[in-house]
T-cell receptor, first 112, second 109 residues
Framework: NAGVTQTPKFQVLKTGQSMTLQCAQD?????MSWYRQDPGMGLRLIHY???????DQGEVPNGYNVSRSTTEDFPLRLLSAAPSQTSVYFC???????????FGQGTRLTVV | AQRVTQPEKLLSVFKGAPVELKCNYS??????LFWYVQYSRQRLQLLLR??SRESIKGFTADLNKGETSFHLKKPFAQEEDSAMYYC???????????FGSGTRLLVRP
């Protein structure tokens, strides 16, 4: 049972480049979310989804897009990377917001 | 607005000493509170949740609705408890899980 899988683990981007962070889960969870982790800021919710075809914004959605075409996958897109997006990104899935969340191993992104 | 506050960025204790990691929340609905832990080079994982009222790895946490707190406690800290601890709140009106800023616990030998 793989759980929540994120790719890549590390990425360096130049300012203005675009990329997609991949997230997949095999637990048939309806709820998926993306967080960014910054020193002293904890985990901040970027976007979340309560099921295929349904997404919503979290606390810090600017500069990020998401889509949810299947239950398993929830990619996060950076359309034009900025240095302020340098962070560690975590994907999580759960049966619901008030149940145990399972996290991916994280993607460390550096924008230069 | 809903908020989770962890006032300590770093808590350093000696092995065998008691530990209390503070967590306060602001939420108008019925909260579901969690503690998550991130050990070095590992992914975040659930430590405990208030509704289960369990003791996990010697840690306990009691929800105090009057003080809007959910402090994490352990009577005797161990070196392997050194990690980053996050308090989180699950909303009852949406599927959001809101995290605090985290407290790094360092248990010295």
């Amino acid at each position: 049972n793989a759980g929540v899988t994120q790719t890549p683990k590390f990425q360096v981007l130049k300012t203005g480049q675009s990329m997609t962070l991949q997230c997949a889960q095999d637990m048939n969870h309806e709820y998926m979310s993306w967080y960014r982790q910054d020193p002293g800021m904890g985990l901040r919710l970027i976007h979340y989804s309560v099921g295929a075809g349904i997404t919503d914004q979290g606390e810090v959605p600017n500069g990020y897009n998401v889509s949810r075409s299947t239950t398993e996958d929830f990619p996060l897109r950076l359309l034009s990377a900025a240095p302020s997006q340098t962070s560690v990104y975590f994907c999580a899935s759960s049966l619901g917001g008030r149940t145990e969340a399972f996290f991916g191993q994280g993607t460390r992104l550096t924008v230069v | 607005a809903q908020r989770v506050t962890q006032p300590e960025k770093l808590l350093s204790v000696f092995k065998g000493a008691p530990v209390e990691l503070k967590c306060n929340y602001s939420y108008s609905g019925s909260p579901e509170l969690f503690w998550y832990v991130q050990y070095s080079r590992q992914r975040l994982q659930l430590l405990l949740r208030h509704i289960s009222r369990e003791s996990i790895k010697g840690f306990t946490a009691d929800l105090n609705k009057g003080e809007t707190s959910f402090h994490l406690k352990k009577p005797f800290a161990q070196e392997e408890d050194s990690a980053m601890y996050y308090c989180a709140l699950g909303e009852d009106s949406s599927y959001k899980l809101i995290f605090g800023s985290g407290t790094r616990l360092l248990v010295r030998p």
